[in-house]
């Protein structure tokens, strides 16, 4: 089994939907659960960050996490184009490096 | 949150030739520092991880005398490819992350090509 599954995409949506990104993992000792949004030819940029499960909201992104099913997910609401980028699932147990998802591309078309 | 800069955001270089690119961590101290590399389309990379004051660990596979990375301060750690050749041509990146664990932040990357 692997480490973190993430659906690499590519994702495609109109100007306004709502979009779901999703990450499984399998290691139970992680405690910080983060998504980045990658840009092309740029340093990945920290969206959200959680520690512990629940759920945590800023501005458009939500992002929930299910530590008892080991599933993390990014909501986007009222999509726009400048949205389209890669989403990087990451997670840490502590001072270990992380650990990241494949990334999911997404299109967001106006 | 916090800013990390790298520099240069892109070289080019002679095969044979040493680069360096430079990480800061700007306005927080990073305990910890991460090299990745990023090939076109593809997740990050793991090389290293540095911790201020100590050696490098590195990556398996990851050649140690090749790519030295130096972690001299609590803000600044360097990455140097030495004796380039056009297989090192990539993006770099670099992260850094404080004394509380959890997030860590990147810099903008750096775009290598070995000519």
């Known amino acids: 089994q692997k480490e973190v599954e993430q659906d690499p995409g590519p994702l495609s949506v109109p100007e306004g939907a709502i979009v779901s990104l999703n990450c499984t993992y399998s290691n139970s000792a992680f405690q910080y659960f983060m998504w980045y949004r990658q840009y092309s030819r740029k340093g990945p940029e920290l969206l959200m960050y959680t520690y512990s499960s629940g759920n945590k909201e800023d501005g458009r992104f939500t992002a929930q996490v299910d530590k008892s099913s080991k599933y993390i997910s990014l909501f986007i609401r009222d999509s726009q184009p400048s949205d389209s980028a890669t989403y990087l699932c990451?997670?840490?147990?502590?001072?270990?490096?992380?650990?990241f998802g494949k990334g999911t591309r997404l299109s967001v078309i106006a | 949150g916090a800013v990390v800069s790298q520099h240069p955001s892109w070289v080019i270089c002679k095969s044979g030739t040493s680069v360096k690119i430079e990480c800061r961590s700007l306005?927080?101290?990073?305990?910890?520092m991460f090299w990745y590399r990023q090939f076109p389309k593809q997740s990050l990379m793991l090389m290293a991880t540095s911790n201020e004051g100590s050696k490098a660990t590195y990556e398996q596979g990851v050649e140690k005398d090749k790519f030295l990375i130096n972690h001299a301060s609590l803000t600044l750690s360097t990455l140097t490819v030495t004796s380039a050749h056009p297989e090192d041509s990539s993006f770099y990146i670099c992260s850094a992350r404080g004394d509380r664990g959890g997030e860590a932040f990147f810099g903008q990357g750096t775009r290598l090509t070995v000519v």
């Open positions: 306005d927080f101290q990073a305990t910890t």
């Open positions: 990451a997670f840490s147990s502590g001072n270990t490096p992380l650990v």
